[in-house]
């Protein structure tokens, strides 16, 4: 029986985020997010074997505990079956500083800083499950979208002017630039909203 968990089967998804206006500094802001994800689901099979004898080799491993070997070994317990087993969970946190200045005219100019992944914590996407495989159970690539190393920075600025017309009322011109990260392999993602 081909049954099991599908492969978007992610338990646990929680996200908090907050705004904190420091006092006393004239207008700073620090921002963070934390999201906290539980495993997908993976097979633990091996494709060498054909146990049920049925000429398909994608018989998954009977209930059971499962590691790799070496020092990016993952344990697993599966239920058996097709995605018995749950891979690394996810959890990162995000900061952003913010300042807005008043340079005068109706102008604001507003300075952000970033921080991402500021526990330094590996996100690794799920191991392979194939016994049949070198890379069983072994920790070898991060999860898409994950930042690796510790936390980066990312400065970004963003300028307002704002006018009142008869017309048209408020008009709202507005110009962003990015600068790239301090880090020196960082990113510079443009996440001003
Ligand atoms: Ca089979």
């Known amino acids: 029986m081909n049954e ?22 004239g207008g700073l802001t620090v921002s963070a997010v934390a999201r906290a994800l539980s495993g997908s689901p993976m097979t ?7 146990p049920d004898r049925n000429g398909i080799l994608f018989d998954p491993l009977p209930a059971g505990d499962y590691s790799g070997t070496g020092s990016d070994a993952y344990s697993v317990t599966s ?15 995000d ?3 913010g300042y807005r200045l008043r340079v005068g005219g109706g102008k604001t100019l507003d300075l952000f800083g970033e921080i991402f992944n500021l526990a330094n914590r590996a996100n690794f996407d799920n191991p392979t499950g194939d016994r049949r495989s070198t890379n069983f159970l072994l ?6 979208g994950a930042v690796r190393g510790r936390g980066r920075l990312a400065c970004a600025s963003r300028s307002r002017y704002e006018t ?11 110009r962003r630039t990015m600068t790239r990260a301090a880090s020196p392999s960082g990113v510079a993602r443009p996440r001003i909203t």
């Open 95 to 97: 900061l952003r500083f």
């Open 44 to 50: 633990v099979q091996d494709t060498n074997t054909d």
């Open 139 to 144: 920790l070898t690539a991060l999860r898409a």
């Open 164 to 174: 009142t017309t008869p017309s048209r009322g408020l008009r709202l011109s507005e």
């Open 4 to 25: 099991g968990p599908t492969d978007f089967d992610r338990r646990h998804n929680l996200v908090v985020s907050g705004t904190v206006l420091v006092p006393k500094t």
């Open 79 to 93: 239920e058996g079956g097709r995605n018995g087993a749950y891979g690394p969970g996810f959890f990162q946190i």
